[in-house]
């Protein structure tokens, strides 16, 4: 399933999501440069320079890899995937919780995925880059604020209105078994940076969501929803 756009309306403009996909936006269209300008060497060479490898990290090194790997991508589907997901629900999120707020919960997503997959293997020297984890983290709290949103959904080739709580839900599990699945494998997707940023997500939303929001239930296509100011 893929998510195409919500009916799930924002107060306000989302300022922060919009400025997050703008940096991602410029990192990759910098590395799309580096590798077809200068070469796949030297876009080898960002990739250890740049991006977290978890041996390091765990030992100390490198820290700042933590924060700069969040804004790296290893391709054009990584990179259009990700932004779609977080245009998609980033913005109801930030809506909920306010600008600073939301950009810190965001960073804190980051580093608990990042966290979740150096555990996996605290020895990999395999590059760790993407904002996915952050964003998954932007997903559990989604699920849980807005689970009855509806959500315009590709699936195979029919476009369907399914809850989020379902789509989002299908997205975790699918993460929970391909995680699962990848346990000893070098490299690939890191799945339990994934789960971990949703989990995180799904834990904190309770701590940023602002706590002087009123709640506005409307009916529409059968389905209740929230929304949060």
């Not at 309306?9 to 997050?20: G, I, K, Q």
Request: with cysteine.
């Amino acid at each position: 399933m893929l998510p195409l756009y919500d009916e799930n309306p924002t107060y306000e403009t989302p300022f922060v999501t919009y400025a997050l996909i703008a940096v991602n936006a410029v990192v990759f269209l910098m590395m799309v440069f580096i590798e077809y300008g200068l070469g796949k060497y030297e876009l080898v060479s960002f990739y250890y320079d740049w991006a977290l490898l978890p041996a390091l990290v765990w030992n100390g090194e490198r820290i700042f890899t933590l924060f700069t790997s969040m804004f790296m991508h290893g391709g054009f589907l990584h990179f259009g995937g990700n932004m779609l997901y977080l245009y998609i629900f980033g913005n109801n999120v930030e809506d909920s919780m306010g600008h600073f707020k939301y950009l810190v919960f965001y960073l804190i997503c980051g580093l608990a995925a990042s966290f979740a997959q150096i555990m996996v293997d605290t020895g990999s020297v395999v590059p760790m880059l993407g904002a996915s984890g952050a964003i998954a983290g932007v997903l559990g709290a989604y699920l849980l604020s807005f689970p009855k949103a509806n959500v315009y959904t590709l699936v195979f080739y029919l476009v369907a209105k399914i809850p989020a709580v379902v789509v989002l839900g299908f997205w975790f599990v699918l993460q929970l078994f391909s995680g699962l699945g990848s346990i000893g494998v070098e490299g690939g997707v890191a799945y339990f940076a994934h789960i971990g940023g949703f989990v995180c997500g799904a834990i904190l939303v309770h701590i940023f969501r602002k706590r002087n929001y009123k709640a506005q239930v409307y009916k529409k296509d059968d389905w209740d929803r929230v929304y949060y100011r």
